[in-house]
């Protein structure tokens, strides 16, 4: 037995550092990252290997940051190359990076609300884009011909700049993240637009919110979502 002292020191450590679990499915909950840390995230196991020559990445954001500090959004690393980081730069725009040099979008704030963000991209054309709340920005081609890598792992909340390391709490996720969904290939418009207004789409056959395994590692709670992530709006719902 502990001594009443000991115990309630091991007692504290948990609340603070939470617990590092493994479950599955998060459907109806959102992951919250409370502060800054160089230590908490969440793994995802991916239903499939990340090779890909086109995908579909959604998320549902909300983060009191501001737009003078990067964000890290998602990660995925092999034990070389960041294979796929999304991010919200520091001047606001949002970006993703495909093992090397990366391409940037002009797009509306992230903010306390939450936001319906989707990244998409194809190796064929190089076309990609991003959409916020169901609406799509100006396309660009970037790294046509690219396939990602495997073996890796993918986070949130951290961009490991070695494999599983090297965190900066300057760039780690605050604020919650929920309805991480990905897909092998672009969601068609209407498809997109959809998931928005909360409407059925294809299961995420990579990450499927509602059955995706994950691991908690550090101060990163999960919490009830709430109501519906999408707010119709007039001429897109």
Known sequence: MFPHR???VVVAAVLFFGLSSASEGLGGNALLFPSETDYS??????????????????????????GKREIILFAYRTKD???????????GRLSFYLSGDGVFFN?????????????TWNSTTGLSAFWMDGKRSARQ???PGHTTRTPGTV???????????????????VGEISNV???????????????????????????????????????????PDGHSNTIPIIGLC
């Open 107 to 119: 797009m509306p704030p992230l903010s306390t609300f939450k936001t319906n963000v989707c990244v």
């Open 6 to 8: 000991q115990l309630g």
């Open 81 to 91: 190359f960041d294979e796929l980081n999304v991010w919200r730069e520091k001047d």
């Open 181 to 223: 969904n990905m897909w092998d290939y672009v969601l068609s418009d209407s498809d997109i637009q959809a998931l928005h207004c909360d409407r059925s789409v294809p299961k995420g056959n990579i990450f499927d919110w509602n059955s995706i395994k994950y691991k908690n590692i550090g101060n990163v709670l999960i919490i």
């Open 141 to 143: 081609v970037y790294k």
């Open 155 to 173: 986070i949130l909340g951290q961009d490991p700049d070695i494999y599983l390391g090297k965190f900066d709490s300057k760039q780690s996720y």
């Open 41 to 66: 995230y969440v793994k995802l196991v991916p239903q499939k290997p990340l090779q890909l020559q086109a995908f579909t990445l959604c998320m549902t954001l909300a983060t009191e940051l501001d």
